[in-house]
């Protein structure tokens, strides 16, 4: 009876996991900027949020982005998920440091540029620099 309670709890526990919240920890920038993009395409913020540089400006950006995509229809927000990246450049701009990738989504297939940068020895997206431009 006793593990019973025991596997049933175990069950609980990995049912609940909100798979949303999963980060995986990438492995280079690429990774990082892939994960974040493909995030913020499906609507998942909080999951985006974590690959991204922390920093108020930051935080401002991806709520602005938030509001704006769900006010979006049901028709967009289904052509946002189910879009696929591509890449057009990478550009090492301080190598192992500050990387600037440049990619569209096939949904509106319209060219964006995306920052990340390797802070406290993790890949982060510095996502201001995708409406600031500034390095």
């Known amino acids: ?45 909080n999951a985006a949020n974590q690959y991204m540089l922390q920093d108020e400006d930051n935080q401002f950006w991806l709520a602005k982005w938030s509001k704006e995509f769900n006010k ?18 990478v550009t090492d701009v301080i190598p192992d440091s500050v990387t600037i990738i440049n990619f569209s989504n096939s949904y509106k297939n319209r060219p964006q540029k995306v920052k990340v940068v390797k802070s406290n020895g993790e890949w982060k997206v ?3 620099y995708t409406f600031s431009g500034n390095l």
């Open 1 to 45: 009876m006793k593990y019973s309670f025991l596997i049933l709890g175990f069950l609980l526990f990995f049912s609940c996991k909100n798979n949303e919240e999963e980060y995986h920890k990438p492995e280079s920038a690429i990774d990082a900027g892939r994960e974040f993009i493909q995030q913020t395409l499906k609507g998942k913020f």
């Open 126 to 128: 510095d996502f201001k």
């Open 72 to 89: 979006s229809t049901e028709q967009d927000k289904a052509g946002y998920s189910k879009a696929a990246i591509t890449i057009y450049e």
